[in-house]
């Protein structure tokens, strides 16, 4: 995901902007995909937490569950099979010259990023309803009860990207 991809798929959503922002931060792409690739984490659900922990909310293992349990059919559906198709195609067969292979994983990239906004659209949706209602006193606290809450529904993380991911947001996302 990066802020020119996002430009084609415009939202209105402070998650989705928040999620635009974050990712474009460096070292925080590339520990996401170490994340997503050795711990099975949804990076959508990952940033949705770290949005919720910007405005001090926290969620209870329970509450994270439930989330994944909600989005997993989408993610598993539409957004991961996409993902697989995308970083398939890096390697084209050899039935496809390289140029069209690349057009049709970019094509295959916006659908992606599609399918990624609409779930977000839906956690946004769900943020909106007002059931996540536990707090922190600061926002860093919040992501670190967060990303506890998340860890325990999934396995522990791995520390370096986790690390990463937690000091970029209190440099950036978790002022203000």
Same mark, same amino acid.
């Given at each position: 995901?990066?802020?020119? !991809? ?11 902007? %928040?999620?635009?922002? %974050? ?13 997503? !690739? ?9 940033f %949705?937490?770290?949005?919720? +922990?910007?405005l ?5 293992? !329970? ?16 957004? /991961?099979?996409?993902?697989?198709? &995308? &970083? ?9 010259t ?5 057009? %049709? &994983?970019?094509? /295959? ?5 599609? +399918?990624? &906004? ?17 707090? +922190? ?14 860890? *325990? ?14 000091? *970029?947001? +209190? ?6």
């Open positions: 995901m990066t802020a020119a !991809d996002a430009k084609t798929q415009p939202s209105k959503s402070p998650f989705w902007q %928040f999620s635009i922002k %974050f990712y474009a931060v460096p070292g925080v792409a590339p520990a996401c995909i170490t994340l997503q !690739d050795e711990a099975g984490v949804d990076v959508n659900l990952l %949705f937490l770290l949005w919720n +922990a910007s001090n909310r926290t969620l209870t293992k !329970d509450e994270v569950a439930e989330l994944d349990r909600t989005i997993g059919v989408w993610r598993n559906t539409a957004v /991961i099979p996409l993902r697989e198709i &995308r &970083r398939a195609l890096k390697t084209p067969p050899a039935m496809l390289p140029d069209v292979a690349e057009t %049709f &994983r970019n094509r /295959i990239k916006t659908a992606e990023l599609e +399918a990624e &906004r609409l779930q977000q659209e839906a956690m946004y949706a769900l943020a909106q309803s007002g059931r996540f209602r536990g707090s +922190a006193p600061t926002p860093v606290e919040a992501a670190r009860a967060n990303l506890t809450s998340y860890q *325990a529904i999934l396995r522990p993380f791995p520390p370096q990207p986790l690390e990463v991911v937690l000091t *970029a947001f +209190a440099k950036n996302a978790g002022n203000g």
